[in-house]
């Protein structure tokens, strides 16, 4: 069974570009979650996507988006890039409460740079 | 979701032991302990869950006392690549969402 898969893996953005990271989640599962790590920090939940909507969202910008694909995948876009917003982006998937939750499984990450 | 108190970081020798202590205090009845980890710059890894009685898998052995106030992860013959930042969260099953992650303790395992 394939794991949560991102993409890129690394990223190099200039300062006031918009940054596009993909996730396509585990099969079967219908959640997806984006978390943000700065370096030496915790995890920062950014949002969660379930069934196509946007069911809640972190403490960050409007500049920081999103969507749910038909087919479960997502996009995080980050306009107008910032210096901080340098981090390694994690995606998360799980089944829904419905399904009965199972703890997540993370992706690997993309490392974004913005310069 | 109840809150965790870990210890900011321990050390542990390879081959030994690792106890991961994890305050809980204001668990309720309906809510399990799970542990993840994150090793350096990767996604973090589950590890184990539990509600009430000792569990134990491949990877690790989890201890919740009787009071459920408290539990304990251990690593029975850590390894170097242990070395991680390691993560108690408490949460129920049926309350689905964002899982929030605390600082977790910095485990590093020494030859």
């Known amino acids: 069974e394939a794991g949560v898969t991102q993409s890129p893996t690394h990223l190099i953005k200039t300062r006031g570009q918009q940054a596009t990271l993909r996730c396509s989640p585990i099969?079967?599962?219908?959640?997806v979650y984006w978390y943000q790590q700065a370096l030496g920090l915790g995890l920062q939940f950014l949002l969660w996507?379930?069934?196509?909507?946007?069911?809640n969202r972190g403490n960050f910008p409007p500049r920081f988006s999103g969507r749910q694909f038909p087919n479960y995948s997502s996009e995080l876009n980050v306009n107008a890039l910032e210096l901080e917003d340098s981090a390694l982006y994690l995606c998360?998937?799980?089944?829904?409460?419905?399904?009965?939750?199972?703890?997540?499984?993370f992706g690997s990450g993309t490392r974004l740079t913005v310069v | 979701d109840a809150k965790t108190t870990q210890p900011t970081s321990m050390d542990c020798a390879e081959g030994r032991a690792a106890n991961l202590p994890c305050n809980h205090s204001?668990?309720?009845?309906?809510?399990?302990v799970y542990w993840y980890r994150q090793i350096h710059s990767q996604g973090p890894q589950y590890i184990i869950h539990?509600?009430?009685n000792n569990e134990t898998n491949e990877m690790a052995s989890l201890i919740i006392t009787e009071d459920r106030k408290s539990s304990t992860l251990i690593l029975p013959h850590a390894t170097l690549r242990d070395t991680a930042v390691y993560y108690c969260?408490?949460?129920?099953?049926?309350?689905?969402?964002?899982?929030?992650f605390g600082a977790g303790t910095q485990v590093v395992v020494t030859p």
């Open positions: 969260i408490v949460r129920t099953t049926d309350s689905w969402g964002k899982l929030q």
């Open positions: 996507y379930d069934e196509g909507e946007e069911r």
């Open positions: 998360a998937s799980s089944l829904t409460n419905r399904q009965g939750w199972n703890g997540y499984t």
């Open positions: 539990g509600l009430k």
């Open positions: 204001t668990i309720s009845g309906n809510e399990y």
């Open positions: 099969s079967g599962h219908t959640s």
